[in-house]
């Protein structure tokens, strides 16, 4: 399971201002773990980077049209033409930008050669009908069931990552950060991380205004919310789901295929759909919590420091206190100061991966502002994130956290159990965030927990933050 652990910003290590990437338009990345965050190469034409908007957007072009051209005189797969084209489809993951589902590091890899035949197949499928706009390759996401936004990420990033490495470059220089050759670009110098171990690794920005966030692997609306605002394509695509009452991630893609590739008419209004509707990455709506995890990170956080000392060598049970202390100040600025609203967005509940981060943050800031030798860990991977704190091989104790509305009860009962066992602990906190519509889950996790404790087992703790909205806290009484 991929974790990260005191996760470090690149304007933090380089000693750059923060403000300073701001103004630049540039993500402040982490330099040790990967950000939920993609490229998406719809945005690149809609970046307000000059040498986003014209020079990456003017080679991504140019390079899937070749690839275009390639699959349109192909006469079978395997031959010459086809071969051609599966050379301009890149399918490597690039640790330099620092984006996708990776966990601890950011090492890349490739993936398997059926994807890159499966996109293959879909395009040739998509010329034949006609159509020749090379930016068909960004909705590859839309029909392949094993084809995510990460991967159509790091294609992207492959393609333009000579202009992505002269946008860093120039940021650099005025900046003054030191640069070093790579390999990854000869024409342009890069900034250079050398983590704990005293591997280097070249590193690349991102402009803030070409990246989406990661959807989580089952929640096939951030697949397609884009092309689904459109109400021809929702009428199509919910004509050809029939009557499937709970339609899977291959269900969607399946009908969201039928309603783009019945004509070339069909696929370039579904393009032009997608491309009228995708908007980047907004820090101020923050659905993910990523800003405010890198706000944490980077200011701490206040009223973090505590009166009595911890002794770690107690073992589990003091490690736990200073879980349960990590909690208590989460739930406090929750509940009575205005961290609630950080959780919220547009009415609604942000992402259960939101409320993950920033405990996460708040978590390890308290075990820096009370100089404990532990911090938590946290598994950063596309699925739900578990926390870890140990000192030592024996003392551990995990964190679940889950929202209301989610899946508490099992989380409860089966997962964080699953996650106890193969820490090698009996010590848990399951923690849940109440958005108001907990309903009867607490009651049944709560029978579950006496249920352990009558048959001599240990059970894991519960904890319930209520996170409703409330009046601002200058308003309350």
């Known amino acids: 399971m991929a974790r990260v652990q005191n996760p470090t910003l690149f304007s933090a290590y380089f000693g750059v201002s923060p403000q300073a990437l701001a103004a630049a338009g540039l993500i402040d990345p982490f330099l040790d773990v990967d950000m939920p965050l993609f490229i998406d190469p719809v945005l690149l034409e809609k970046s307000g980077n000059k040498t986003i908007n014209t020079a990456a957007m003017g080679r991504f072009r140019k390079h899937f049209e070749i690839l275009v051209r390639m699959l349109n005189i192909s006469k079978a797969e395997g031959d010459a033409a086809w071969k051609a084209a599966r050379r301009q489809l890149d399918l490597s993951e690039p640790p330099e930008n620092g984006l996708g589902y990776g966990g601890s590091g950011r090492s890349g890899n490739s993936r398997p050669e059926d994807i890159r035949e499966a996109i293959l197949r879909t395009s040739k499928e998509i010329i034949t009908l006609g159509a020749s706009d090379p930016e068909m390759i960004s909705l590859m996401g839309f029909f392949e069931q094993d084809v995510g936004p990460d991967t159509i990420s790091d294609m992207t990033t492959t393609v333009i990552i000579e202009d992505l490495a002269a946008i860093t470059e120039a940021f650099c ?50 697949i397609e919310r884009a092309a689904m605002e459109n109400a021809r394509i929702r009428e199509r695509v919910n004509r050809l789901l029939g009557g499937i009452a709970r339609p899977t991630v291959a269900d969607r893609k399946h009908a969201l295929r039928g309603a783009a590739l019945g004509s070339q008419a069909n696929f370039d209004f579904f393009l032009a759909a997608v491309k009228e509707n995708v908007g980047s990455y907004d820090p101020n709506l923050d659905a993910l919590g990523y800003y405010r995890l890198k706000a944490i990170v980077a200011n701490g956080f206040p009223g973090l420091k505590q009166p009595t000392r911890y002794d770690l060598k107690l073992g589990p049970g003091e490690i736990m206190r200073v879980v349960k202390d990590t909690i208590d100040q989460f739930k406090r600025h929750v509940e009575a100061g205005n961290l609630w609203e950080e959780l919220w967005i547009g009415g609604k509940p942000k992402k259960e991966r939101a409320s993950q981060l920033i405990y996460y943050a708040i978590a390890d800031a308290f075990c820096k502002a009370n100089d404990l ?27 679940e956290m889950k929202r209301s509305g989610g899946t508490a009860v099992h989380g409860y009962e089966k997962q964080l159990e699953f996650y106890k066992t193969a820490s090698q602990t009996e010590f848990g906190v399951f923690v849940i965030i109440d958005y108001g519509d907990l309903g009867n889950k607490l009651n049944e996790v709560r029978r579950i927990r006496d249920q352990r ?11 319930v933050i209520d996170a409703t909205q409330k009046a601002s806290a200058s308003k309350r009484k």
């Not at 250079?192 to 959807?215: C, H, M, N, T």
């Not at 991977?381 to 578990?386: E, Q």
């Open 173 to 222: 220089q005025a900046n003054g950060l030191p640069l070093y050759s790579s390999e990854i670009c000869a024409s342009h110098k890069l900034p250079k991380y050398v983590d704990p171990q005293g591997r280097s690794a070249p590193i690349v920005l991102i402009p803030e205004d070409i990246v989406r966030e990661l959807p989580i692997a089952n929640d096939w609306s951030d």
């Open 373 to 399: 030798d532990i911090s938590p860990e946290a598994n950063m991977g596309g699925g739900p994130i578990d926390f870890k704190f140990s000192s030592g091989y024996q003392a551990r104790v995990l964190v």
């Open 453 to 463: 404790l009558k048959q001599g087992e240990r059970a894991s703790e519960i904890i």
